[in-house]
């Protein structure tokens, strides 16, 4: 790993400071392709209320506030993050079409069954407990609200040994796989739940019961 690999990846999970905002930056470019990936296995209406857990730099809120005409939050818990993703999405920030705040995703700030549609992009190898963050979400979508969990590494890949590195210097708190993650959402509540592999991608989506 070269220099700004290794300041990339300490940033990636906390983003903050000069390289906090270099890294949120980067990773708008960077996740463009894997989230594109991503949205293509969730199914987005036309008036669906969408929250996205670890918005980093905002480029995914971008990308849904196209995708409905109602209001799209992003919650991130860095305050790096927070200002990369209004910088992002400034222009729908003024006119309240997108809504970004601080919160972590062990607490989030909304009612119970707020939301149709929520994304977690590249986010969930840094939540202490996946499940009860898993479980929160669950408390804020409503009844048939659909999920997508996106990461582009896994620790059942090809690559698996090349993430672990990276994922010690991330202070990651796992590298996912198909089965965990989807066990996690179970437990959580959730159903319908798939798992989509390309190389070392994973999407998983899944429903909270009607
Ligand atoms: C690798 S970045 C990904 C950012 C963005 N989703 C993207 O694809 O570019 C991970 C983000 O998750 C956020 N994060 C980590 N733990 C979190 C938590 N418990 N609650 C909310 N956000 C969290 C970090 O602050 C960081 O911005």
């Not at 607490?107 to 929160?136: C, H, M, Q, R, S």
């Not at 708190?173 to 798992?195: C, H, N, Q, W, Y």
Request: glycine residues 10%; contains cysteine; charged residues 30%.
């Amino acid at each position: 790993m070269n220099y700004l690999e290794k300041k990339r990846a300490e940033n990636a999970g906390h983003p903050r400071g000069f390289w906090g905002r270099k890294t949120l930056r980067a990773m708008n470019r960077h996740h463009d392709a894997l989230t594109d990936w991503g949205l293509s296995f969730l199914t987005v209406n036309d008036g669906d209320r969408i929250l996205d857990v670890g918005c980093g730099g905002g480029r995914t809120v971008k990308k849904l506030s196209r995708a409905t005409t109602e209001t799209v939050w992003g919650v991130d818990l860095s305050s790096a993050a927070i200002e990369e993703a209004f910088r992002a999405n400034r222009r729908d920030i003024r006119r309240d079409k997108v809504i970004i705040c601080k919160a972590d995703v062990a607490d989030l700030p909304f009612d119970e069954e707020t939301f149709n549609v929520v994304t977690a992009v590249e986010t969930i190898y840094f939540w202490p407990d996946l499940t009860a963050g898993l479980k929160e979400i669950c408390r804020v979508m409503k009844g048939g609200g659909r999920l997508m969990l996106l990461t582009e590494s896994r620790g059942d890949g090809e690559d698996a040994e090349k993430w672990a590195e990276v994922a010690k210097t991330a202070q990651m708190e796992r590298l996912p796989s198909a089965d965990g993650t989807a066990a996690a959402l179970k437990e959580a509540g959730f159903v319908g739940i798939v798992a989509h592999v390309r190389g070392d991608f994973l999407c998983v989506t899944a429903e909270k019961p009607r």
